[in-house]
């Protein structure tokens, strides 16, 4: 493979993984919004014969939604944790550049 081939697989991955990126996002706004519908459903419910079948459909939208949410964070993110061995590397090296300043 030459340099061109994997510049162009590297780019394609990194599209693949923005396009994940972009798609959890707005399953994230899109589940916000359904919560808030919900949150103002459950503020003007009125009490009534069909009040715990629409309290029990309420609660399993959030708490299913809320469960393949997490899912598909799990699936976008696997890969991107915050405090990886890069990220210590990056600041280890940025604070030797400082010339070892410290707070005394």
Known sequence: ???KEKEELLYLKAQQSVNQLR???????????????VIWN????EDTVYTDAILA?????????????VLH???????RTFFNKEW????????MGNKHNTWE
Not at 42 to 45: A, E, R, T
């Open 1 to 3: 493979m030459n340099n």
């Open 57 to 69: 459909i309420n609660y399993s939208t959030i708490f299913i939604w809320g469960f393949f949410l």
């Open 73 to 79: 964070a799990i699936r976008v993110f696997k890969k």
């Open 88 to 95: 210590e590397e990056k600041k280890i090296k940025e604070f």
């Open 42 to 45: 459950l503020i003007i419910i």
């Open 23 to 37: 798609w959890f996002y707005v399953h994230f706004v899109g589940y916000l919004v359904v919560v808030g519908l």
